[in-house]
């Protein structure tokens, strides 16, 4: 890994959570729910800034009327709850702003593997309340916006390395991630609002 510093090293297995997030990726890439990664990494970063803004009233629109028993049902026993969407986009939103301040202020700092499915047990996300996780999401992601808008392309071009196979990222790359990851889980808690996983 160029670049790493060797206290990164990525640890030697990660097979089923690479796999199931493969398998995530190609069922939303066959379903033509949004644009890869690298599609995302393309477009001008207006472009992406712009995707990430949307996000709030997504989502907003999306669990408008809901009440709180539909929106803490599972499509089945594997597939989230719109809830639990709401909740993981609040939390990674935390995680995305606290990484990218690091980014700015040490060189190339690692970060460990997160484990959303943990984190849904962990902190209970099926018992959260949906509006509350929403405007919390919607809070942070102002936050990031304004955070992200002022960075210079110097700024831009600074790394971290994620401890697993997804190595260093520059902060331009976890915009391409968060722009791509956004409409992922916009259709995820749809679906689950459907009923379908």
Same mark, same amino acid.
């Given at each position: 890994?160029?670049?790493a510093?060797?206290?990164?090293?990525?640890?030697?297995?990660?097979?089923?959570?690479?796999?199931?997030?493969?398998?995530w990726?190609?069922?939303?890439?066959?379903?033509?729910?949004?644009?890869?990664?690298?599609?995302?990494?393309?477009?001008?970063?207006?472009?992406?800034?712009?995707?990430?803004a949307?996000?709030?009233?997504?989502?907003?629109?999306?669990?408008?009327?809901q009440? $709180?028993s539909?929106? $803490?049902?599972?499509?089945?026993?594997?597939?989230?709850?719109?809830?639990?969407?709401?909740?993981?986009?609040?939390?990674?939103?935390?995680? *995305?702003?606290?990484? *990218?301040r690091?980014?700015?202020?040490?060189d190339?700092?690692?970060?460990?593997?997160?484990?959303?499915?943990?984190?849904?047990?962990?902190?209970?996300?099926?018992?959260?309340?949906? $509006?509350?996780?929403?405007?919390?999401?919607?809070?942070?992601r $102002?936050?990031?916006?304004a955070?992200?808008?002022?960075?210079?392309?110097?700024?831009?071009?600074?790394?971290?390395?994620?401890?697993?196979?997804?190595?260093?990222?520059?902060?331009?790359?976890?915009?391409?991630v968060?722009?791509?990851?956004?409409?992922?889980?916009?259709?995820q808690?749809?679906?689950?609002?459907?009923?379908r996983?």
């Open positions: 890994m160029a670049g510093s060797p206290s990164c090293a990525r640890p030697t297995t990660r097979a089923s959570s690479s796999s199931s997030r493969a398998r990726r190609a069922a939303a890439a066959e379903r033509g729910a949004v644009r890869s990664i690298e599609e995302w990494r393309q477009a001008p970063r207006a472009e992406r800034l712009a995707r990430l949307l996000t709030g009233d997504e989502l907003a629109r999306a669990i408008a009327g009440d $709180a539909r929106l $803490a049902r599972r499509p089945d026993p594997v597939n989230w709850a719109s809830v639990e969407v709401l909740c993981h986009l609040r939390d990674t939103e935390e995680s *995305f702003l606290h990484r *990218f690091l980014i700015l202020i040490m190339e700092p690692c970060f460990p593997t997160t484990n959303p499915n943990r984190w849904a047990m962990e902190r209970q996300y099926l018992r959260n309340d949906s $509006a509350q996780a929403l405007e919390a999401f919607v809070r942070r $102002a936050e990031t916006l955070f992200l808008r002022e960075l210079s392309d110097e700024q831009w071009a600074r790394a971290g390395v994620q401890m697993d196979s997804r190595g260093r990222r520059t902060l331009d790359d976890f915009l391409a968060m722009a791509w990851h956004d409409p992922n889980h916009v259709d808690l749809s679906r689950a609002l459907e009923g996983a």
